[in-house]
């Protein structure tokens, strides 16, 4: 039996590219059937939609139209005036959050509970507007979509190796059908929804919006006709719903037209935010692949006066992780987490790469006039660390995971903690060095949180939302 899409969902704004002062944006919305929602009306003009991708139940549309940057502005929707705070020129607040959701149960939570910092984003928007919202990995917990499927029950511990051709399509229609409905779920519920239509969202994708420790599983499980076909329905999936595009039709901020891997860079006044792609071309071998270096290479080399961002989904500065890599590999009973290490930077099968990566965002950050900092989820924890790079200059990394799942245990945290303490230095004069954050005590904080960055006077500062604690004091960028 076909699930159903009850309602109209959206419009959900997405930043398609900042350009000769315009904020360009796309309005997704999920209708029921195949209706197409009413236009879109900004500034005297009428936008019409056009259809993403056709579902079973619903057709996803999308909508673009610009909206001035120096000021802001609003458009109408079905009768109702949104909006936009988009003036990115001067003093400017920006969100950033990640792990929005759970492995396991996910859509069976009490929305009030699940939703609640959302609530928290959306309160602190009220009382003064948020710019954008950047989404740094695991924007859905995709990990229970393979169910309900004979070739992919039991993924990956178990799957058909050989499938019939009509299979492979049954089990193609099963996952975008799946992924549909989970998107719609998310994007559906009320807390999300309200702030989703206000503030335009950069996403990129990490693990769980495809599967738990996807590009590091094995290569019997990623190569497999069945490990390919999900992997190319999760990565249509976050195209359509993550950034309102499909193949051939990528906004101009993406930096291979062609789709080869996902990396996008964003420049608006005295900013920029960089997004490489840490899962489109990632093996247990690399996190990433010719393009997507290319990519760095090419933002390393570009001469960006003001403040960059760089999303690194997995956090670029942590502890050393070599000692817990052993433990696992002696242990049995440990290996099933195996591929939670590989994921991270800091493993010994990527370490070169981190290094390559290190120096790249080492020569951004001593450029003159030039200011980087690292923005990372994906631990469930907040936390923060510094990289010392010379006298009086350090690199920032701000880790907030966890806007909707919910914290390990204190344990677990203390224990990261142990192994911070250790320190780590891949690169030789300069240590990284894990800090707690502002007002708080433990290197880690097991709490749901996001991350608020503020621009004021031209200096940047960060503040986390913890969903007991409150906000923290700020910390100067």
């Not at 673009?64 to 940057?69: D, E, I, K, Q, W």
């Not at 290319?294 to 080399?301: C, R």
């Amino acid at each position: 039996m076909t699930e159903q899409i009850p309602r109209t969902i959206g419009p959900v704004l997405v930043l398609d590219d900042l350009s000769d002062g315009r904020m360009a944006l796309a309005a997704l919305f999920i209708v029921p059937g195949e209706a197409a929602p009413g236009p879109i009306r900004a500034e005297g003009m009428d936008h019409r939609p056009a259809a993403l991708a056709r579902y079973d139940s619903a057709t996803v549309w999308r909508t673009r139209f610009t909206l001035p940057v120096g000021r802001a502005s609003s458009y109408d929707w079905n009768g109702q005036s949104f909006a936009v705070a988009s003036d990115l020129t001067g003093d400017l607040r920006l969100g950033y959050v990640s792990c929005n959701g759970e492995e396991i149960g996910d859509m069976d939570r009490a929305e009030s509970e699940r939703n609640v910092m959302w609530a928290r984003l959306r309160a602190q928007h009220e009382a003064a507007p948020l710019g954008l919202l950047l989404h740094g990995g695991d924007q859905i917990y995709a990990d229970e979509v393979t169910q309900g499927h004979p070739l992919t029950e039991d993924w990956p511990e178990d799957f058909e190796r050989h499938p019939t051709p009509a299979q492979v399509a049954d089990l193609r229609h099963h996952l975008r059908e799946r992924f549909l409905m989970r998107y719609a779920a998310l994007y559906r519920a009320p807390q999300f929804a309200w702030l989703a239509a206000r503030v335009p969202s950069l996403m990129q994708w990490d693990d769980h919006d495809i599967c738990d420790g996807w590009g590091s599983l094995r290569r019997s499980r990623t190569e497999s006709t069945v490990g390919e076909t999900l992997f190319s329905e999760a990565r249509a999936a976050f195209l359509i719903f993550q950034q309102a595009t499909v193949d051939g039709d990528l906004p101009a901020r993406f930096a291979d037209p062609k789709g080869q891997h996902l990396d996008w860079t964003v420049r608006g006044q005295g900013l920029r935010i960089i997004a490489p792609d840490l899962r489109g071309e990632r093996t247990r071998r690399r996190v990433m692949g010719p393009g997507g270096w290319a990519a760095m290479e090419a933002e390393t080399a570009r001469p960006d006066p003001g403040h960059s961002f760089l999303m690194s989904s997995v956090p670029l500065l942590g502890p050393r992780l070599s000692i817990l890599e052993t433990i696992m590999v002696l242990i049995p009973s440990m290996q099933k987490y195996e591929d939670d290490l590989r994921d991270q930077w800091q493993s010994r099968a990527h370490r070169e790469e981190w290094r390559r990566m290190l120096r790249m965002v080492r020569e951004m950050a001593l450029r003159e006039g030039h200011g980087i900092t690292a923005l990372s989820g994906e631990i469930h924890l907040a936390t923060r660390a510094e990289m010392t790079l010379g006298p009086g200059i350090a690199l920032d990394q701000l880790v907030a995971s966890g806007v909707a799942h919910r914290a390990p245990p204190k344990g677990w945290a203390r224990f990261l903690g142990a192994l911070a303490r250790l320190g780590e230095s891949p690169l030789r004069g300069h240590p990284i060095r894990v800090r707690p954050l502002p007002g708080q005590r433990a290197l880690y904080t097991a709490e749901r949180n996001w991350l608020l960055l503020e621009r004021s006077g031209g200096a940047w500062s960060a503040r986390w939302d913890l969903e007991h604690s409150g906000l923290t004091p700020p910390l100067p960028l």
